[in-house]
T-cell receptor, first 114, second 114 residues
């Protein structure tokens, strides 16, 4: 039982490059989330998906796009990476669709933009 | 939207003593309050949560209290041990209809002194 799996674990990009962060969960959860974590800032929600086929913006969506490919997978795309997007990115999932269930996090993707 | 304030940012206690971390929230409609523990370089992990219809919840050495009137909630760790050293995050969510994710506090770095 892997829980929430994120790939890659580390990535270095040049400014202007694009990439997609992958996330998959095997807990049959309805809701999935993308957060970024910066030093001293806690975790901030980028996008979320309450169910397959739906996505919504969180607190800091600018510069990102997401796709809920199916119930298991939720990807985050940076179309044109900027140094301000250097961060640790966490994917999470939870049962239900109301957000008031425990969230299970992946191990994170450490992304550096040069 | 919701705003969560967390204090202190750093807390150092002697092993065996108690630690208390406090959070306030702004949205009176918030009704789910989880606490996450994050060790260095690891994923956040849920340690305890409380819902707005309960004033206190306890799990072994960990307890959470909620004061809805004052809009604050606290994490209490008794008989602290070295393995309690980590960053702790409080969070809150409003059941506004839809999994709009959690709003996190900025974290408390708990240091257990031997």
């Amino acid at each position: 039982n892997a829980g929430v799996t994120q790939t890659p674990k580390f990535q270095v990009l040049k400014t202007g490059q694009s990439m997609t962060l992958q996330c998959a969960q095997d807990m049959n959860h309805n809701s999935m989330y993308w957060y970024r974590q910066d030093p001293g800032m806690g975790l901030r929600l980028i996008y979320y998906s309450a169910s397959e086929g739906t996505t919504d913006k969180g607190e800091v969506p600018n510069g990102y796009n997401v796709s809920r490919l199916n119930k298991r997978e939720f990807s985050l795309r940076l179309e044109s990476a900027a140094p301000s997007q250097t961060s640790v990115y966490f994917c999470a999932s939870s049962a239900g669709t109301g957000g008031d269930q425990p969230q299970h996090f992946g191990d994170g993707t450490r992304l550096s933009i040069l | 939207g919701e705003n969560v304030e967390q204090h202190p940012s750093t807390l150092s206690v002697q092993e065996g003593d108690s630690a208390v971390i406090k959070c306030t929230y702004s949205d009176s409609a918030s009704n789910y309050f989880p606490w996450y523990k994050q060790e260095l370089g690891k994923r956040p992990q849920l340690i305890i949560d409380i819902r707005s219809n309960v004033g206190e919840k306890k799990d072994q050495r960990i307890a959470v209290t909620l004061n809805k009137t004052a809009k604050h909630f606290s994490l209490h760790i008794t008989e602290t041990q070295p393995e309690d050293s980590a960053v702790y995050f409080c969070a809150a969510i409003s059941m506004g209809g839809g999994a709009d994710g959690l709003t996190f506090g900025k974290g408390t770095h708990l240091i257990i002194q031997p």
